[in-house]
C-alpha cells in the first residue's frame, strides 16, 4: 500500500514538474551556461516548491489554499513582474566569459528564483487537486504516514525531472562559444518576456 502511494506520488510529481514552461527554460539556460550544479540547485527550488505545494493540497490545508484562490490576482501579478525583470536581464545581460571556471550565479539566488516563481503560480495548487483525485489520491484524509509516503513521492517524482534535465542540458555546458552564450540569453529573455505578458493576460482577465 505505501510502495503504491509513493509511485502514485512519484507519477504525480513527475507530471507537475515536466510541463516546458519559464522554470524548465531558465534551469536548462542555468546549467548550459553556469554549470549542473547551478541547474540543480534552481531545479532543487521548483521542486521543494512543488512539494510544499503538494503539501497544501494532500493534507487539506483549505485556508491556505483558499487564500491562493483569493489572492490569485496578486500572485500572478507578482509573477508576471518577476518574469518580466528576469527576461529583461537576460536580455541586457552580457555573456559571461568562457575562461572562467567560477559559476558567477549566487547558489542561494538561483534557489529562491525558482522558489519563489513556482510558488507564485495558483494555477499548480489547483492542478494537485485535479491529479490527486485522478490517481484515487484522497487530500480530504486524516493525516497519516500515507499522506507523507505520497508527498515524499511527490518531491522524488518532481527531482526525477530536474535531475533529468539538467542532466541533458549539462551535456553542452562548455561547449558554447560567447556567441552562442550571447543568444542564449537574448533567447531565454524573450521566452520570459513572452511568459510574463501571458499571465499579465491571465492577471487583465482576473481583474475585470
Not at 79 to 106: M, N
Amino acid at each position: 500500500m505505501l510502495l503504491t502511494l509513493f509511485l502514485k506520488g512519484l507519477v504525480i510529481g513527475f507530471v507537475i514538474a515536466a510541463p516546458v514552461g519559464p522554470i524548465n527554460i531558465m534551469c536548462v539556460r542555468r546549467t548550459i551556461v553556469h554549470g549542473r550544479m547551478a541547474g540543480l540547485v534552481s531545479g532543487f527550488g521548483a521542486a521543494l516548491a512543488d512539494t510544499l505545494l503538494g503539501a497544501i493540497a494532500i493534507f487539506g490545508l483549505a485556508f491556505v489554499t483558499q487564500f491562493v484562490i483569493e489572492e490569485r490576482f496578486w500572485l500572478a501579478l507578482a509573477g508576471a513582474i518577476f518574469l518580466a525583470i528576469l527576461g529583461v536581464r537576460s536580455l541586457s545581460k552580457p555573456p559571461p566569459k568562457l575562461v572562467s571556471a567560477r559559476d558567477p550565479t549566487s547558489l542561494i539566488g538561483d534557489f529562491t528564483s525558482t522558489l519563489f516563481l513556482t510558488l507564485s503560480n495558483p494555477i499548480t495548487i489547483l492542478s494537485f487537486f485535479g491529479i490527486f483525485a485522478a490517481f484515487g489520491v484522497n487530500p480530504e484524509e486524516m493525516i497519516g504516514p500515507d499522506n507523507w509516503v505520497a508527498l515524499l513521492g511527490v518531491f522524488a517524482g518532481a527531482m526525477a525531472w530536474w535531475l533529468t534535465v539538467i542532466g541533458l542540458a549539462g551535456l553542452f555546458h562548455g561547449r558554447f562559444t560567447e556567441t552562442g552564450l550571447m543568444w542564449a540569453n537574448r533567447i531565454t529573455g524573450i521566452v520570459m518576456l513572452a511568459f510574463a505578458a501571458i499571465v499579465l493576460v491571465e492577471v487583465v482577465r482576473l481583474w475585470v
